[in-house]
């Protein structure tokens, strides 16, 4: 689980400084932030997930609730960065974005 998200934010380092190159530094943050947005619920659903599975207290249910969670934190946290970050690059946030969630797949295919 951990290796995923780690992977998601290499993935979105890397995207951040293409960002970077094309946009200039506004496009990097914005890629950063749309990239934030999706890791940092994921490490907390896997923190969520290897606490319950220590503790032996893992249910379908605890996986559903903690799963919704993660898409309303990361939907939450996409609506503050648009209100808060006056300079956002809208196509560089959506990068970051899709570059976190492919990741998930890339690390699927290297079997992480």
């Known amino acids: 689980m951990f ?3 780690l992977l998601q934010s290499v993935a979105i380092l890397l995207a951040a400084g293409l960002a970077w190159f ?3 530094p506004n496009g990097a943050v914005s890629a950063a932030l749309g ?3 999706v890791v940092i619920p994921n490490l907390l659903f896997a923190l969520s997930l290897w606490a319950a599975a220590r503790g032996g207290r893992i ?3 605890k996986f559903f609730a903690s799963e919704f969670i993660k898409v ?10 648009a209100g808060a970050y ?3 690059h809208w196509l560089a946030l959506l990068a970051g974005l899709i ?3 492919k990741a998930n797949l ?3 295919l290297l079997k992480t």
């Open 22 to 24: 094309w946009v200039g």
């Open 86 to 88: 006056r300079d956002l």
């Open 3 to 5: 290796k995923v998200v």
């Open 99 to 101: 570059v976190a969630l």
């Open 59 to 61: 249910s379908a249910a």
């Open 72 to 81: 309303a934190a990361t939907l939450a946290l996409l609506a503050i960065v």
């Open 35 to 37: 990239g934030a947005a």
């Open 106 to 108: 890339f690390a699927f």
